[in-house]
């Protein structure tokens, strides 16, 4: 059977996450073990179920934060479409889309 181009990159959305998602594990053992002195593990004496529910709370915190950055990017670039002077509008959108914490 012959393969096509779809069908060689139609799980390269899910190669991509998992990847990420392997880095940004790994960071996190690194971090907590440079933390806490020690790997995480299910011996440890923790609510693991209530540090969850903490870490999500805050996870939908910043995707309500990401949610509202992204729509107000969209604005100032519409903005700079209809400006005789985008560059500021352009700059500005660049300075949210580029702040620490974002990789980039």
């Known amino acids: 059977m012959e393969q096509t181009l779809l069908d060689l990159s139609k799980h390269a ?9 392997k880095e940004v594990m790994y960071q996190q053992d690194d971090f907590g073990i440079k933390k806490y002195g020690v790997a995480l593990d299910h ?12 870490e999500l ?10 949610m509202e950055r992204k729509d ?19 700059e500005v959108a660049l300075e949210l889309l580029t702040m620490e914490g974002t990789g980039k």
């Open 13 to 21: 959305v899910s190669d991509k996450s998992l990847e990420t998602l």
């Open 43 to 54: 011996s440890h004496k923790y609510d693991w179920l209530k540090m969850l529910q903490e």
């Open 57 to 66: 709370a805050d996870g939908l915190k910043y995707l309500q934060c990401e």
């Open 72 to 90: 107000y990017v969209i604005s100032l670039l519409k903005a700079g479409l209809r400006s005789d002077e985008p560059k500021t509008f352009i």
